[in-house]
C-alpha cells in the first residue's frame, strides 16, 4: 500500500490579521505549517502563551524573507519533495489611500507573481490566493456583485483594488497553465486577535477609546476575520481549480456599528457626518493623523468604498464550502473583549 504523504501549510502573511488566524486554526487542527516573516517580525501567540510554546506540537516553522525577494522565499519550499504542500497567501498591502505606491505594487504583484513561480518549481498540490473583493469590477451601481473569471486593474479604482485585480488574474493565468489554484475574495474584515492593527479594528480600537470624533454616514459589507479563515480553508481542501469564492456577509452601516458598538460597551454617543462633509476635509485629517503619526480613518478612497455598492453575494461559497458567516455584533462582542483584555498583552 502506498504511504500517504504528511501534509504541510505553508502561510505567508502569518503575522497579519488572517494569516494569523489562519495559522492558528491549522496548528489547532494539529497541521504542520511553516510561515513567512518579515525581518525583525515574530509569530504572535495569545495571552498566556509562552513564544517558545508557539513552535511545537504540532510543529511550526517561522522562516525569514521578503515576498519580493523571490531567492529568499525558498526555504518555505525545501525539503518537501515527498510532503503534500498546500500554500496559503495571504501576504499583501492594504491601503485605503488614493496615492500610487511602488512598494504596494511590488508587494501584492511581484510577491504573488514569486509564490505562483515556486508553486510550479516545487510542484505544490495547491496554491489558495487570498484576494480581495475591491478586485471584483463593478458593472452596475445597484447590481448583486458575484464571482466573475477575469480581472483587470483598468476595471477598478484605487491602488490596492488595481494591484488586486492585476495578481488576482496573473493567478488565474497560471491555473489556465496548469497550476492548481483557488481564489477567495473577502469583504471588509474585523474581529479579535489583529496584531496587525487593520482599519476596521483601529476604528473600534478608537470608538472604546473614545478617541473617534465622529462616524460617517455610509456603510460595507463587513465580515468576521475567522469565518473568512474557515472559508480560506474550505475553498483550499474543497474547491475546483479556478474557482473564485467571495467571501462576504452583508452591508453594516457605520452608523449602525457604532450603536452596537455602545450597546457593548457603553461610551458616548457621537455624531454620524454626511460622506461629502467629510470628503471635504479628507486631506485635513490625514495630514493631522500624519503629525500624531496614525493612520487616517477617513480618506477620499475609503470614503468611496463606504459609499459604493457593496451587494456581495456569498451565495457560491455557501453553496459549495458550508460557509455561513455570523452577525456582526458577535464579531464586535469578541474585538472588544479582545481590546480590552488581550490585545495589550498579545
Known sequence: MPVEKMSLYIVTGACGHLGGTIVRKLREAGQAVRTLLLAGESLPCRPGQEVDACTRNPPLLPVVGDIRDKDSLRPLFRGTRDMCVKVVHAAGIVDISSAADHAIHDVN????????????????????????????????????????????????????????????????????????????????????????HNHLVQMVRDYVAGRLPAGVNGGFDFVDVRDVADGCLAALEKGSAGDCFILSNRHYSVKDILAMLRSICGGRKIPTLPIWIVSAVAPLLARYAHLRRRRPLYTRYSLQTLSSNDRYSHDKATMALRYHPRDLYRTLQDTVAWLRFGADRG
Do not use: W
Open 109 to 196: 504583484v511581484g510577491g504573488t507573481r514569486n509564490i505562483v513561480e515556486l508553486c510550479r518549481e516545487y510542484h505544490v498540490q495547491r496554491l489558495l490566493y487570498v484576494s480581495s473583493v475591491h478586485a471584483i469590477p463593478i458593472r452596475d451601481e445597484f447590481c448583486v456583485i458575484e464571482e466573475c473569471r477575469h480581472f483587470s486593474p483598468e476595471d477598478v479604482t484605487g491602488m490596492y483594488a488595481k494591484t488586486k485585480a492585476e495578481a488576482t488574474e496573473l493567478v488565474l493565468d497560471a491555473v489556465r497553465e496548469g497550476l492548481d489554484a483557488v481564489v477567495v475574495h473577502p469583504s471588509g474584515i474585523v474581529g479579535p486577535d489583529d496584531p496587525a
